[in-house]
């Protein structure tokens, strides 16, 4: 379902001021004129029935029914997503950006970059953190997904201690623990939180692994080809919430 995100500085009140961006997503890309009802949604997952007004001006009222407006609805899912947790190792140029927009689309809840030892870019410029921002609330509402939490980078050490339920990182070669992504997670988890480690293009170094087994986690294999990093994070994301609904 395709739904407005409101911007992160909105305050609750009942008039929302459009930015420039944000009158020409709705006027030129969906083609909304004055008047049109349709849903909208803040950064804490509040809906509201949204009308536009004058030309840069919206008009909202918190709704418990926010199907009842939806630009359209095409998601055959309107359930709520199992809590994923993705950590992935900051990627070379827009890689970046194609992991925040999958990632948000697929629904996961939170999406941590993390500098790791073998990563070739250690920290985001000030536009690029504003670029994935950007493309976290294009992919909102394209995809009318939750928002999830975009943070980071933070180091390897700090992201292992920061890791809750269910704990995964995917490794390119066998070790002694490995096992297949299949065999930790099953649909009992579904409640649970689930946090998945994704390396850079060169993986994670052996010392990274060991810090991580020794922290609670799994290390796992897929069973597919060699995967860029990039594919490699969505394609878990999304193998790991097909497990945990399955049955459901």
């Known amino acids: 379902m395709r739904v407005f995100l409101l911007s992160q500085d909105y305050d609750g009140s009942p008039l929302y001021s459009l930015k420039k961006r944000e009158v020409q997503y709705l006027e030129k890309v969906l083609r909304l004129e004055k008047g049109t009802v349709f849903t909208a949604k803040d950064t804490s997952d509040n809906y509201y029935e949204a009308t536009l007004e004058d030309e840069g001006t919206l008009l909202l009222k918190p709704t418990d029914?926010?199907?009842d407006t939806l630009l359209d609805s095409l998601s055959g899912y309107s359930g709520l997503f199992a809590p994923i947790d993705v950590y992935v190792s900051i990627l070379k140029g827009k890689k970046?950006?194609?992991v925040v927009r999958a990632l948000t689309e697929i629904g996961v809840r939170k999406i941590i970059f993390m500098d790791t030892e073998n990563a070739q870019e250690h920290d985001f410029s000030s536009h690029q953190k504003e670029r994935l921002e950007t493309i976290l609330k294009e992919a909102v509402q394209q995809s009318g997904s939750r928002s999830p939490?975009?943070?980071?980078?933070?180091?390897?050490?700090?992201?292992?201690e920061k890791?809750?339920?269910?704990?995964?990182i995917l490794h390119q070669s066998i070790r002694g623990k490995t096992t297949y992504i299949e065999k930790v997670f099953t649909n009992d988890?579904?409640?649970?939180?689930a946090s998945l480690f994704?390396?850079?293009?060169g993986?994670?170094?052996?010392?990274?692994?060991?810090?991580?087994?020794?922290?609670?986690?799994?290390?796992?294999?897929l069973r597919t080809n060699i995967l860029r990093a990039e594919t490699a994070a969505v394609y878990?994301?999304?193998?790991?919430?097909?497990?945990l609904h399955s049955n459901t």
Do not use: H, M, R, W
Request: charged share 20%.
């Open 96 to 98: 970046n950006e194609s």
């Open 236 to 243: 878990t994301a999304a193998a790991v919430q097909s497990l």
């Open 65 to 67: 029914n926010p199907e």
């Open 149 to 160: 939490i975009l943070s980071g980078p933070v180091s390897f050490f700090t992201a292992i």
């Open 198 to 201: 994704i390396g850079p293009e």
């Open 189 to 193: 988890d579904i409640k649970n939180v």
């Open 203 to 221: 993986g994670f170094s052996d010392q990274e692994c060991v810090l991580a087994e020794n922290n609670g986690f799994y290390p796992v294999l």
């Open 163 to 168: 890791a809750e339920g269910k704990k995964v």
